[in-house]
């Protein structure tokens, strides 16, 4: 039977998945255009934006496997400032830098909840405590899934 990490893990996978066959098929030419939000990023914005979110929860995941107070370095309790620093800090990358950056960063967060288990109570694992939140990196994907397909389906790609 699976536990409470696996089932995370797995959902998390499945939403990757999900999230890469939105982005796969886009050509490169549409990548940068600015139409998600009002911040009105681009499809390589809102990648940077997975990655600066998930870098983040494995670093807190981290910290909560080894006893400590878990927190995202750089947040200051705005997620609006968070994401601004996040896509500027990585604005003039490749793609092909930022889908490398996408994949090491899905595995330390896997780590990262793996690390969990043993380490805090199973109870700390439900939706809506702390331990569920950042371990569920597949919610967040699935909140841009939509968004993307909906984009490319208006701009016929």
Known sequence: MADAVDELLEGNARARAELMEAIDALPAERRAERW?????????DLVVHLIGWQLGWAHALELMARGERPAVPGYEGSDDAYNAASVSSRCGRA???LMAELCTTRERHEAAVRALRGAIPDDR???GRTAHNLSNAGGHDREHIEAIREWRRAAGV
Do not use: C, I, K
Request: hydrophobic share 35%; aromatic share 20%; proline share 13%.
């Open 95 to 97: 793609w092909e830098e």
């Open 36 to 44: 998600y939000g009002p911040e009105r990023w681009s499809l390589h």
């Open 125 to 127: 694992l439900v939706p």
